[in-house]
């Protein structure tokens, strides 16, 4: 039986397409003993006009789910991450392009390319909520 | 190295001195001290939180972001030692990717982020109350500040 395959790099992303957002809890306040992520989770790469994401819809293909992106990615110190969502079409609406960019590690990676000023990265905080709040427990 | 800088709080009389001492080569951990005759109560969560994040490695994020740059934490104390009175809650302070500062409060409909980001040439502080959202750049933002600061007393921190 073959391995599951995502869709090819050039495939369009839907604009119903969950984004998969990996964030540390640095970047997090701590709010009513919970994590809640700040708008500085959602910039672009140092250096880059790129935010990476994981797309919803290759995971899906591939029989994967967002709660195993801190482990897998992060294995390290997985607890320290945290998986917040964002709409295909609610990051569109802020003139960003998404890109498809698997990498060897993660085939399910994506970009987020367009520039990102704060108050962008506001609104599109606005706009994501927790899927996988980190498991570290909060001080 | 030392930078050594001045801290008057807008609302009281006393000042206060911060110094930072960066490793040669602004490499972290570096230490920050005070001092004064009488700290705000803001400085001991905003000094504590700042010694944690300057312990940041590159690549702290998995990333490749930078450690936090220097100038843009002296340039967010200042700008807390300038606008903030002597009960104004401490801010919620995190990193950027690039390297830059952000600071944020919120109570109820207001919502306060302050950016310090030399890098990028980020420098601003946004205010939302309600619908209304204003901005300034972080230089001319004393005023903007102080439209809402009474209304972040007994504020929680920014979600």
């Known amino acids: 039986m073959s391995e599951p395959q995502g869709p090819s790099d050039d495939a369009p992303v839907g604009d119903e397409v969950a984004l998969y957002r990996l964030i540390p809890t640095a970047q997090c306040d701590v709010v009513d003993g919970e994590w809640a992520f700040q708008s500085a989770a959602f910039d672009n790469t140092s250096g880059t006009d790129e935010m990476s994401i994981v797309l919803g819809d290759t995971l899906q293909l591939l029989e994967r789910v967002p709660d195993d992106l801190p482990e897998r990615i992060f294995g390290g110190d997985p607890d320290r991450w945290g998986v917040a969502v964002l709409s295909a079409s609610a990051v569109r609406a802020e003139d960003q392009d998404i890109r498809r960019s698997p990498v060897a590690e993660e085939p399910a990676h994506g970009d987020v390319v367009g520039p990102k000023g704060s108050k962008r990265r506001r609104r599109l905080k606005k706009s994501a909520e927790w899927v996988v709040p980190p498991t570290l427990r909060p001080d | ?159």
């Open chain 2, 1 to 159: 190295m030392a930078i050594a800088f001045n801290i008057q709080t807008s609302s009281s009389l006393q000042n206060y001195r911060a110094i930072y001492y960066p490793a040669p080569g602004w490499t972290p951990p570096w230490s920050i001290h005070v001092n004064g005759p009488a700290e705000p109560a803001w400085w001991e969560p905003v000094s504590q939180r700042l010694d944690e994040l300057t312990q940041l490695r590159p690549d702290w994020d998995g990333r490749r972001s930078p450690p936090l740059n220097p100038g843009d934490i002296v340039a967010a104390i200042r700008f807390l030692s300038e606008v903030m009175r002597a009960d104004t809650p401490a801010p919620w302070i995190g990193p950027l990717s690039s390297g830059g500062v952000q600071l944020a409060w919120r109570h109820g409909d207001v919502e306060v982020e302050a950016v310090f980001d030399q890098s990028r040439g980020e420098l601003e502080l946004l205010v939302a109350d309600g619908e209304d959202e204003r901005e300034e750049p972080i230089d001319t933002a004393g005023p903007l500040f102080a439209s809402v600061v009474d209304r972040l007393h007994a504020a929680e921190l920014a979600t």
